[in-house]
């Protein structure tokens, strides 16, 4: 089933913070976030697991609450570079056999 | 420089023909997938594979055929018995090995259908 994020949307100021939530119905093994440029590939920023194990950049900031079955990524001090969409994927278990995405969350930055 | 290559980045068919997109990865990894990308939408999943000459169908199978003779290679082809193929295909690759979970993406081929 789908994860549900939210906001659809978010316009920023450059150096604001953001919060992108990704909330499934049913209990979770990994959600992994994406950024993608338009026209691009997603590109990848972070896996939560659950169990509490984390792998990602550095700059990125996320959490995953597993007695909600939500994931929350935070971007703070934002930057220009930011912009973009953003997709969580979920996996209800460890078997890789793909992820079912979001609709995404349209990030613009601006000046 | 390890990683995915699809190619070609644009294509486009007449309504009726099938069609060939490439998918090969030097990254060693084990299992492949090719996902779907539709305007405004996320990307669904349409066929995966884990082990050589083994694929498994995902969410949009229909209409989707695949092949993985060789680890490095996972084409998908476009049939005539696809209803809307117009979209953005997205190949990605990740290993299945311990403590490995990451799954990256090819640049993509956006196909348009006429």
């Known amino acids: 089933q789908q994860p549900v994020q939210s906001p659809q949307a978010v316009i920023l100021r450059e150096g604001e913070d953001a919060v992108i939530n990704c909330s499934s119905s049913?209990?979770?093994?990994?959600v992994h976030w994406y950024r993608q440029k338009h026209g691009e590939a997603p590109v990848f920023l972070m896996i939560l697991l659950k169990g509490g194990e984390q792998k990602g950049h550095e700059k990125i900031s996320a959490s995953f609450n597993e007695k909600k079955q939500q994931s929350s990524l935070y971007l703070t001090a934002s930057q220009l570079s930011y912009s973009g969409t953003y997709f969580c994927g979920t996996e209800l278990w460890g078997g890789a056999d793909g992820l079912t995405f979001g609709k995404g969350t349209h990030l613009i930055i601006q000046p | 420089d390890g990683g995915i290559t699809q190619s070609p980045k644009y294509l486009f068919r007449k309504e009726g023909q099938n069609v060939t997109l490439s998918c090969e990865q030097n990254l060693n990894h084990d299992a492949m997938y090719w996902y779907r990308q539709d305007p405004g939408q996320g990307l669904r999943l349409i066929y995966y594979s884990q082990i050589v000459n083994d694929f498994q169908k995902g969410d949009i199978a229909e209409g989707y055929s695949v092949s993985r003779e060789k680890k490095e290679s996972f084409p998908l082809t476009v049939t005539s018995a696809q209803k809307n193929p117009t979209a953005f295909y997205l190949c990605?690759?990740?290993?299945?090995?311990?403590?490995?979970?990451?799954?990256?993406f090819g640049p993509g081929t956006r196909l348009t259908v006429t």
């Open positions: 049913k209990a979770l093994y990994s």
């Open positions: 990605a690759s990740r290993s299945l090995a311990d403590n490995s979970y990451e799954q990256y």
